[in-house]
C-alpha cells in the first residue's frame, strides 16, 4: 500500500529548561521588541506570574480567569489589553489561563507567550474555545497559537497530585484522540504514540514523588507532544463529548477527560485496529484499553461522572449536543443509543468492557 497523506506543522517557539521560565521569557520578550506586556494569570497563580515575569516590566495584569472561558469573560479582558495598548500577551497557568489569552488574541491579533503549569496541552494548538448560554464552541484559528511556549517543570511542582494526574490523563486523551481524529495521518500518530510512552512513565512518578523532577519533566514533555498530534489531527469522539459536559454541566475540565477516556477507548478500539495495537504498544501492554486501565489503578484516576455533579437526567440532553458533533470519520459509527449506553456507564464508573459492540448488542437483546 502506498504512503499518502497531507500534514501541517504549526510554526511555534518551543523553549523547555527546568528553572529558567524567568530567563527564557525575558530573552523572548526582548527579541520580539514588546513593549507593553499583559500578564494573565488566575488569583491562585498570580505570585507564580510575577517570579516568572520578574525580569520583565508588565503594563497590565489581569487575573479574571473563568474555567471554559464565558464570552463575557474574553471580553473584559479583550477591553482591558484594548484600552491599554498591549502588545503581546504572557499567560501564566493551565488550560483555562490560556484559553482566555487565545480570547484575546482572536479578536486583537496580540502574540502570545505562553507558560503553562499544568499538562492542559492548550498552549501548543491553534484551537480556540469559548462557552455563552450553556454552549461551549471551539474553532480554529492560527492567531491565537502561542508564538513562544515556555516550559518549566518546576512550576508544575506545586500542581496537586490528584490534579497533576487529571491533567495528564487529559493530556493522555490528546493523544488517543488524535490517532483517530478526522485528519490523522502517520506524522501525527507518531507523536501521539511518544506522548503516551512519555505520560505513561512520567505520571507514575509525579504520584510517587511529587517534588522529583524527572517525572515533571517527563509528564510536561509528553503533554506537548500530546498537544502537537492534537493541534494535527484534529478533535475525535472524545473530546467533541467532554466539550459539551464541560461547556453545558460546568464540569471540571480535566477531570472529565480522565474519567471519559477509557470509555471512548473502548467503544472504539475494536473498530481501530492499527490504532489499537499504536496505543498497546506505547503502553507496553497486550491491548489499548489494559495499559490504561493500569495506569489508571497506578493513579487513582478519577473514575465516575457522577463525582464531579453529572446526573442520569443530565444524559438525554448530552446526547442531544453531543452526537451532531462526532465527526463522521469515527472509527465506529456513533448512534444516540450506544453514546448513551457510553454517558451512562462513565456516570457510574461502570466496567469499561461493556461499551464492546457485542456487549451493547446482548444488553439491548
Known sequence: MSLAFEHVTLGQRVLFGSGRAAEH??????????????LIASEFELPMARQVASRIEVALEHHDVVMH???????????????????????????????????VAMTTGTPILAVPTTYAGSEATNVWGLTEAARKTTGIDDKVLPATVIYDAELTLTLPVELSVASGLNGLAHCVDSLWGPRTDPINAALAAEGIRALAQGLPLV?????????????????YLAAVAFASAGSGMHHK????????????????????????????????????????????????????????????APRALADYGFTEE????????????????????????????????????????????????????
Open 69 to 103: 472561558v464565558p464570552v463575557e469573560v474574553a471580553e473584559r479582558a479583550r477591553t482591558a489589553a484594548t484600552d491599554a495598548g498591549i502588545d503581546l500577551i504572557v499567560c501564566v497557568g493551565g488550560g483555562s489561563t490560556t484559553g482566555l489569552a487565545k480570547a
Open 207 to 223: 504520584k510517587q514523588d511529587p517534588a522529583g523532577p524527572e517525572g515533571r519533566e517527563q509528564a510536561l514533555y509528553g503533554a
Open 314 to 365: 443530565n444524559i438525554a440532553e448530552a446526547v442531544a449536543v453531543a452526537l451532531p458533533a462526532i465527526p463522521a470519520t469515527n472509527p465506529r459509527p456513533v448512534t444516540a443509543d450506544n453514546l448513551t449506553a457510553l454517558l451512562a456507564a462513565a456516570l457510574t464508573g461502570a466496567d469499561p468492557a461493556t461499551l464492546t459492540e457485542t456487549a451493547l448488542q446482548g444488553a439491548q437483546r
Open 25 to 38: 521569557l525575558a530573552a523572548e520578550v526582548s527579541r520580539l521588541g514588546a513593549w507593553k506586556v499583559m
Open 241 to 300: 463529548i467532554c466539550h459539551v459536559l464541560g461547556g453545558t454541566f460546568n464540569l471540571p475540565h480535566a477531570q472529565t477527560h480522565a474519567t471519559v477516556l477509557p470509555y471512548v477507548l473502548a467503544f472504539n478500539a475494536p473498530h481501530a485496529p492499527q490504532a489499537e495495537a499504536r496505543i498497546a504498544a506505547a503502553f507496553g501492554s497486550g491491548t489499548a484499553l489494559q495499559g490504561l486501565q493500569d495506569l489508571r489503578a497506578t493513579l487513582d
